[in-house]
């Protein structure tokens, strides 16, 4: 009698190939976002769903950022800022993608399921 | 029976890890004008978070001593140097100063800290508004012309003078060495496994549990990502790219990446990626591969002592180094662009 079967390494084999392909789908493919979080000083974070188009104003250090919502993308329209860097950023739609208005202190960031790296260098 | 728990235990032990909740803390906060994230991996959240906050206030220090218009030492030297005086330089100071003057030495000026003046002149400080034209050729000109080079100013001494106009901008450098400031910090608090992200520069050290960490790196024209590196053990990856700070003027893209020779931003290259295991001097070679250009940054990049390099065109054309090449992988299958291998001279 032995101690392993051949049916026994087959389930295995395929844990295995289970974990490989998760594996797989987490280094490439998706990266879809599916929300944006929204922080704030002094503010709980708010996290909107990219599939719902809309405005929202968020209250920031120097005054109000309006952010926009649209087609499964999210961009800052209106910020108090003088560098305007947050509006140049543009559109934001990958998971991971991050726009801030450093002075007045509000980060959107798009958050997916599919998020497969640490850290993006650019 | 036996059979059946053997299976079975063997295929949860390999199923477990997906379960397993993750043990990552991840802090962020603004300096230097950007976005930094630290994330810290395998330690309670309590200590992870504390050390985090350190990181914060190192780079807040280091953000006020190094802002070149501020009231910190660096903004006291280009006060100085404003006024035709000699400024004198701290320990500190003097000492990252000395490192950016040794790798614009072997980076024949191509990284050149002493080009505050011309910055300020295109608009790209940080502060400023995004610029709408570019500055009037006759400006540029007079800037070259009084140009300094950091090893023209500082002196043996403990002191730094020059011309009245020149100063000192550490962008390109000052953020990579804060980088590595922020990971030894997290190794003497008994950190083993963390990144440090400074507006997508990076050094990362550890695993993050039982695998590297994964980088993507930014597509120079597209969302998303190019191509991902896997960094465990300790590394950093630098990418500059014209994409990071430019305006658009007449249908000519103006970035923020000036050439020394020509006062006007470098030409050819969308970005360069560097991995090394120093951030400082990733960054600053990163800067001067990108000035280099397309064609000639091999021989800035054996200068340096970099190893590690992919650099992306402003035609989508890919080349990078042998290491790189062994390391990078693309996203997209086949690659985006032509690849071409670089041996370095």
Known sequence: MTLVRPADVAVVVLAALLVGAAWAALWSGGGEGETVRITAPGAQPIELNLAADRSVSVEGALGPSVLEVRGGRVRFVESPCTGRHCIHAGWLSRAGHVAACLPNGVVAEVIGSGQQFDAISF | MIRLGVAAVLAAALLAGCERPPEETKLRFTAMGTL????????????????????????????????????????????????????????????????????????????????????????????????????????????????????????????????????????????GVAVDRAVELLQRAGIANAIVNAGGDLRAIGRRGERPWRIGIRHPRKPGVLAAIEVQGDGAIFTSGDYERYFVHNGTRYHHILDPRTGRPAQGVASVTVAHAESGLADAAATALFVAGAENWPATAAQLGITEVMVIDTEGNISMTPAMQRRVRFIEDPPPGRIRVRELP
Request: hydrophobic share 40%; glycine share 10%; aromatic share 6%.
């Open chain 2, 36 to 175: 930094v994230d630290v994330t810290i991996y395998g330690v309670p959240p309590d200590r992870a978070r504390a050390a985090g906050e350190r990181v914060e206030s190192l780079f807040r220090d280091l953000h006020r001593a190094w802002d070149p218009w501020g009231d910190g030492a660096l903004g006291q030297v280009n006060r100085s140097l404003a006024a035709g005086e000699p400024a004198a330089l701290d320990p500190d100071l003097r000492q990252v100063l000395a490192r950016a003057r040794d790798l614009s030495g072997r980076s024949d000026g191509l990284f050149e800290p002493a080009l505050g003046s011309l910055v300020k002149l295109w608009g790209f400080s940080r502060d400023e508004a995004q610029p709408e034209q570019p500055p009037p050729t006759a400006a540029i000109e007079a800037e070259l012309a009084r140009h300094a080079a950091i090893a023209d100013l500082l002196n043996s001494g403990s002191r730094l003078s020059g011309p009245p106009g020149v100063m000192l901008d550490l962008g390109g450098f000052a953020k």
